[in-house]
């Protein structure tokens, strides 16, 4: 298993599956891709950034949700830079907070000596 997968699998523990909840801002979510995510309430998930859906979130697969986590949080945290377990820590408050930028800001004491 990658640094990646576990941190995975980690963070999916919390984020769980499919939810529609009508008060929830974010609108349908699963495995913690949410339709407003991408900036357009559809139903459905950018999976690769390009401002396509390409899938209906309640049919959106881990393995298509891992597509988005690494494009949005591992790669921009640069986690493969890193030991796995901080990689997992930096990874998981990312999730979190929904930002890298943040991580990253100058008053930021997130281990920024990594840009
Ligand atoms: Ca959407």
Redesign the pocket.
């Known amino acids: 298993m990658t640094a990646f997968e576990s941190a995975l699998k980690f963070v999916l523990k919390h984020e769980g599956g499919y939810v529609n909840n009508p008060n929830d801002t974010g609108g349908e979510t699963n495995f913690g891709i949410s339709?407003?995510?991408?900036?357009?309430?559809?139903?459905?998930?950018?999976l690769n950034g390009d401002h396509v859906?390409d899938v209906t979130?309640k049919d959106l697969t881990q393995e298509q949700a891992a597509i988005v986590y690494s494009r949005e949080y591992w790669t921009p945290c640069k986690c493969e830079q890193l030991h796995p377990a901080v990689a997992l820590i930096r990874f998981d408050t990312a999730v979190s907070i929904r930002s890298v930028n943040h991580l990253f800001a100058p008053h930021s004491m997130y281990l920024t000596e990594i840009r």
């Open positions: 339709d407003r995510r991408d900036g357009v309430v559809d139903g459905k998930a950018d859906p979130i």
